[in-house]
């Protein structure tokens, strides 16, 4: 069960990555968590993001599908592995198929979490987070028990640059753009699933399980 997650940002794919990789005991691979555990032991390829990285730049398409290549080669994901946040782009996703065609393999599902951006936005300008200790609310789906106040330590609650709406806008606007193709590309490969992502997180997880299977 080779899977990988579609959907803007803010659209819960990460919570739906983790729940599919709990139910069918996979694991549920990120970019992140793989550049920081290569740049933590030290592996070749880790030294080399790394020069990238120190320097402020991008990680290059070739280096990043190497990266994830050797990830989901290894003896845990033998069963099959949800992807959360690559391929982000065409050039990505060509350059996966392709390794992994080299190996006899291939993407099963590409699970598409779909949320108009009008949610998205809705959502994101919700989130409240404490000044003094990081702590994070929604003033609908996790609200404080004194408007404005932090639970955990009595701090002052505010709405962060990154969950305005100009920046989750912004951020969108990136998402459509280079994402988006991404969605008619494994269309015409025929492994799209699109999920409505407006329902609750449950419902959403129940809809990905109805594809997948029990
Ligand atoms: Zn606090």
Do not use: W
């Given at each position: ?126 989130r409240r987070a404490c000044v003094s200790?990081?702590?994070t609310y929604h003033i609908v789906y ?17 709405l962060r640059d990154d969950d305005k ?50």
């Amino acid at each position: 069960m080779k899977i990988i997650m579609l959907g803007a940002p803010g659209a819960g794919k990460g919570t739906q990555a983790k729940r599919i990789a709990e139910k069918y005991s996979i694991p549920h691979i990120s970019t992140g968590d793989i550049f920081r555990a290569n740049i933590k032991n030290g592996t070749e390829l880790g030294k080399k993001a790394k020069t990238f990285m120190d320097q402020g730049l991008l990680v290059p398409d070739e280096l990043v599908v190497d990266l994830v290549v050797d990830r989901v080669g290894q003896d845990d994901a033998k069963n099959g592995y949800v992807l959360d946040g690559f391929p982000r782009t065409i050039p990505q996703a060509e350059a996966l198929d392709n390794a992994l065609a080299a190996i006899n393999e291939k993407v099963d599902y590409a699970i598409n979490v779909d949320v108009p951006d009008e949610n998205i936005i809705n959502r994101m300008s919700g989130r409240r987070a404490c000044v003094s200790c990081g702590g994070t609310y929604h003033i609908v789906y996790a609200p404080t028990k004194t408007e404005g106040v932090c639970d955990a330590c009595g701090g002052e609650l505010v709405l962060r640059d990154d969950d305005k709406p100009e920046t989750v806008k912004k951020r969108l606007g990136v998402y459509h753009e280079q994402t988006q193709p991404l969605i008619d590309y494994y269309n015409k490969k025929k492994i799209l699933v699109d999920i409505d992502g407006t329902q609750d997180m449950s419902q959403v997880f129940d809809a990905i399980v109805k594809v997948l299977g029990e």
